[in-house]
């Protein structure tokens, strides 16, 4: 089970509800996040699945404590927890991003929190259902799929081809956008329409629309179902969310690439789509290593969170593939999933049109659906129990005092995703960042490097803090400069090394001679049960 | 050849770096295979529908052959647990 809770925890709904949208919105350039997705999780395992589940430690503060005696509680454990945080955060804000298709995003939200402090208040039961949920989630993203592979094609290159050579993204007349209307979903209250062919758009219910035109200036308008609204192209439709849409047929989908090339190699500027690849990679290959409820997972014992890893990698490759097949045969299928922007839950309502038998569409949808909700409770109680580690081991707090700062992580987290407007997969970003830019160093060296000192250890992650925290204002403060931009985005780029050539520096403890032994509490990361390690060596 | 505990018993410092190094390896060469897909990606899209499938199948072949390399070397490439 341990893979499982693994795999579902890595593969949490903020970074499911990011890689649909990143392949549909940048065609081949979006194939890259899964890519490195996957990489931060085998690189995590390759480095700590075996010392990590020998020390059975359960937080970085652990370490710290067993190689040196000391614990760096509180400046390791605060860490953990504003990492475990952001954590948190990221998966309230793609419950609620995917809430908008009830109407009651925030509703949505908050049903979540009081589940998660409902399971997770019976240790039991939290068990029980975080593995239920992670079960629930893989059934939610392949069996779904693969009833519309079959029911279609599933030669999926292909359909790549169909997609890549597409002379157009245009309305079909059997479209139900065309047939009867549709109520349009999007990620914002109000979604913006970027209009690319001159069409007459419908009404189905009432609401204020506004164009933004071309040539400047804008009109409101009260629309009803009588309603018909010209609209040109180059001009902005601002429309509701959830409000009911009836396009022409044959006109280019809003939003919607111009044509198949387009999408699958977008126009942009070689040096921007090269720094982006290169901050996502940095905070992804490191983000794993230092992220709390991963490190509380896989501390699962000598050669079980090995075989962890192993059984789990092997399912986030499928699961990743399966995600990149939702957006894809939605691209194919349903290119009206462009329309007002595309959220992380519209491709998975593929089910519900393509034809994969009478009344199973409906079914299957639902679905996958439920599998986003297992994948949230199984990330979200994986992070409370990260918390509440942290708190009772690296903090020193009480078991009663645990439960109050479990409650208080959870209110903070829904606060934050109903007041900030950021999606789930950004802040996502930030706290796989900040576990790049500090713990993640300090785990390598702490498990690898045996000149490494506490003081070290600690100097490290204070600098990589300090950085991570400067450049994230930054780009808060300095909003889009251009030259900044991929430091203020991705500042693990700089923080990382910077905290490891401090630890480096900090460590220049003199070099141990050959003929001593390592240390005991490092050689017993590397190999249980040597309690009294050899005097001489043969070096 | 000896198992890894008694590697480890007679030469600790040894054996652990050589650990050290298998996972070096194993970054190494997927970094290698990321980059080797990054520079795929971000090579210039020539005119016509032949050069973008191109890019696309190269992404799908380079992309399943990372995944199974990455598979196989972390399958191969992780050190036994003395333990087992």
Redesign the interface.
């Known amino acids: 089970m341990t893979a499982i809770a693994l795999t579902a925890l890595w593969l949490s709904p903020a970074l499911i509800f990011a890689i649909g949208p990143a392949l549909l919105t940048q065609g ?2 979006g ?2 996040l899964p ?2 997705a ?2 931060g999780f ?2 995590a ?3 700590l ?2 010392p990590w ?2 020390l059975r430690g359960r937080t970085a503060g652990d370490l710290l404590h067993h190689r040196f005696g000391w614990r760096a509680g509180r400046l390791l454990g605060g860490v953990a927890l504003a990492v475990t945080l952001l954590f948190l955060w990221a998966q309230f804000a793609a419950l609620r991003e995917a809430g908008h298709w009830t109407g009651w995003p925030l509703t949505v939200a908050a049903v979540g929190a009081g589940a998660l402090l409902a399971l997770d208040l019976r240790p039991g039961l939290r068990r029980v259902a975080g593995a239920g949920g992670a079960v629930v989630l893989i059934a939610g993203l392949l069996l779904p799929l693969a009833a519309v592979l079959i029911a279609t094609d599933p030669l ?2 292909r359909v ?2 169909r997609v ?2 597409q002379a157009r993204f245009a309305f079909s007349p059997t479209s139900p956008w065309v047939v009867e209307g549709r109520a349009i979903h999007g990620v914002e209250p109000i979604l913006a329409l970027a209009i690319g062919e001159e069409q007459r758009v419908r009404f189905g219910g009432q609401g204020r629309v506004v164009v933004r035109l071309w040539e400047g200036g804008e009109v409101a308008q009260d629309v009803d179902s009588s309603l018909e609204l010209a609209v040109r192209p180059g001009d902005r439709l601002l429309v509701p969310n959830g409000l009911v849409l009836r396009f022409e047929p044959g006109r280019a989908i809003p939003d919607a690439p111009a044509t ?2 387009d999408w ?2 977008p126009e942009t500027p ?1 040096g921007a ?2 720094r982006r ?1 290169g901050g996502l ?1 940095v905070t992804l290959l490191l983000g794993g290593l230092g992220l709390p409820p991963l490190l509380a997972l896989l501390a699962a014992g ?2 079980l969170a ?1 075989r962890a ?2 059984r789990g ?2 399912l986030l ?1 499928l699961l990743l ?1 399966a995600l990149q097949l939702w957006a894809l045969y939605a691209a194919w299928l349903e290119p009206e999933v462009y329309l007002g922007g595309i959220d992380g839950l519209e491709p998975l309502t593929l089910p519900a049109l393509a034809s994969v038998g009478e009344g199973w569409g409906e079914l299957l949808a639902l679905l996958a659906f439920a599998g986003i909700g297992g994948g949230f409770l199984a990330a979200g109680l994986a992070a409370l129990e990260a918390v509440r580690l942290s708190w009772m081991r690296d903090l020193r707090g009480g078991e009663a005092s645990a439960r109050w700062a479990v409650a208080l992580a959870l209110g903070l987290s829904l606060l934050l995703a109903r007041q900030a407007p950021w999606g789930g997969w950004r802040v996502l970003e930030l706290a796989l960042g900040l576990a790049a830019a500090t713990l993640a160093p300090a785990l390598l060296l702490g498990l ?1 490097r ?1 000149r490494l000192t506490a003081g070290g250890a600690v100097a490290g992650v204070g600098i990589g803090l300090a950085v991570f925290v400067a450049l994230a204002l930054a780009g808060l403060l300095a909003g889009r400069e251009e030259s900044l931009a991929v430091l203020t985005r991705w500042p693990a780029l700089v923080a990382a090394p910077a905290n490891m050539l401090a630890a480096w520096l900090f460590s220049m403890a003199p070099r141990p001679s ?1 003929r001593s ?2 240390p005991r509490a490092f ?1 017993e990361l ?5 309690s009294s ?2 005097t001489s ?3 | 050849m000896p198992s ?2 008694r590697r ?9 770096r050589a ?2 190094w298998r ?1 070096l390896g ?2 190494a060469i ?1 970094l290698l295979l ?1 980059a080797g ?2 520079a795929l ?2 090579a ?2 020539g005119p ?2 032949v ?3 191109g ?3 190269a ?2 072949v380079g ?1 399943l052959v ?2 199974l390399v ?2 196989g ?3 191969v ?3 036994p ?4």
């Open positions: 081949t350039p194939l890259w890519l490195v996957f990489a085998l690189l395992g390759a480095w699945a075996d589940g020998r999926w290159p790549w081809d890549a050579s198949g090339p699958a190699a070689l789509a090269g690849l990679a000598p050669g090995v890893v192993r990698a092997l490759a593939l690898w045996e050959r032994p390592p050689l590397h190999a249980e049960g040597l390690p050899p060596s043969t070096m | 890894a505990p480890l018993a007679a030469d600790p410092r040894r054996a652990i650990r050290r996972a194993l970054t997927l990321l897909v990054a990606l971000l210039p899209a016509g529908t050069r973008v499938l890019v696309a199948l992404w799908w992309g990372a995944y990455g598979l070397l972390l399958l490439g992780l050190p647990s003395p333990a087992e």
